[in-house]
């Protein structure tokens, strides 16, 4: 596995566990809700193509 491609799991792990930090809040904040939802799929998106791409170095 690239180290890049460890780094963008590693982030959006992070991002899922702010996420349902926020959701168990008495009272959640949709707006930063909203933005976590985005940066997770932008992230995830990302992460599907580094794993898609073959790599180049051949590690």
């Known amino acids: ?3 890049f ?3 963008l799991m590693l982030l ?6 702010q996420l349902r ?3 168990l809040r008495s009272a959640p904040d949709p707006r ?8 997770r799929d932008q992230l995830n ?10 790599a180049w170095n051949g590690s």
């Not at 959006?12 to 566990?17: E, I, N």
């Not at 998106?45 to 073959?54: C, V």
Request: charged share 40%; proline share 6%.
């Open 1 to 3: 596995m690239k180290p």
């Open 5 to 7: 491609t460890f780094i």
């Open 12 to 17: 959006a792990q992070r991002v899922d566990d």
């Open 21 to 23: 930090m926020e959701r």
């Open 32 to 39: 930063r809700i909203e933005r976590l939802l985005q940066r």
């Open 45 to 54: 998106a990302r992460l599907r193509r580094s794993i898609a791409r073959p």
